[in-house]
């Protein structure tokens, strides 16, 4: 039960876009389309932005996107915006179990 | 609207026990299975626990594997996190998380475990 791998930290000016990516194995992100994506506010609980890989719930921007690659999911912040300042965090299931990435603090 | 309320964290000794609860509303609680997250201050998530819609099926990180037991009680819409035999390393916000099959998609707003002696 390894912690997915995240950058520490990601930036960007507004209006700019940045990645994000999230490295697993082939037993959690690799075995399964189940990763999700989390912003975290200081203080505050997280907040769901990405589900199965690529799916955008119901009143995030579609300026978030993500994607997956073997071992590797990412998330595409476009068009930055002040507010997008903030934690990111990837997740996976891992067999029975869950996983998070070591979270990502995008300052912009 | 779905609200999930921790209760129960405070301050402990390392080998004492401590229950948190998770309050559950605004949904059919026997749908959904729950789980506990919980984040070291200044660091990131980690998952802990879950429970199954139905309570037969418990999973658990290794990290706390045989000391925390996770549990629920469908008559008061309520899962508890057990934490026995505690560790300074336990110390963190705990969240609940209401499971919805691949994500989780509604958390509460945390209740602080802080072991210390």
């Known amino acids: 039960q390894s912690a997915l791998t995240q950058p520490p930290s990601a930036s960007g000016s507004p209006g700019q876009s940045v990645t994000i990516s999230c490295t697993g194995t082939?037993?959690?992100?690799?075995?399964?389309?189940?990763v999700s994506w989390y912003q975290q506010d200081p203080g505050k609980a997280p907040k769901l932005i990405i589900y199965?890989?690529?799916k955008r719930p119901s009143g995030v921007p579609d300026r978030f996107s993500a994607s997956k690659s073997g071992n590797t999911a990412s998330l595409t912040v476009s068009g930055l915006q002040a507010e997008d300042e903030a934690d990111y965090y990837c997740?996976?299931?891992?067999?029975?179990?869950?996983?998070f990435g070591g979270g990502t603090r995008l300052t912009v | 609207q779905v609200h999930l309320v921790e209760s129960g964290g405070g301050v402990v000794q390392p080998g004492r026990s401590l229950r948190l609860s998770c309050a559950a509303s605004?949904?059919?609680?026997?749908?959904?299975?729950i789980h506990w997250v919980r984040q070291a201050s200044g660091k990131g998530l980690e998952w802990v626990a879950a429970?199954?819609?139905?309570?037969?099926?418990?999973f658990y990180a290794d990290s706390v594997k045989g000391r925390f037991l996770i549990s629920r009680d469908s008559s008061k819409n309520t899962v508890y996190l057990q934490l026995n035999s505690l560790r300074t390393e336990d110390t963190s916000v705990y969240y609940c998380?209401?499971?919805?099959?691949?994500?989780?998609?509604?958390w509460g707003q945390g209740t602080l475990v802080s072991v210390s002696s």
């Open positions: 998380a209401r499971d919805w099959g691949t994500l989780f998609d509604y």
């Open positions: 082939s037993s959690d992100i690799g075995a399964y389309n189940y």
């Open positions: 997740s996976s299931h891992a067999g029975s179990t869950r996983v």
């Open positions: 199965e890989v690529t």
């Open positions: 605004g949904f059919i609680f026997t749908n959904y299975g």
């Open positions: 429970i199954s819609a139905d309570g037969n099926d418990e």
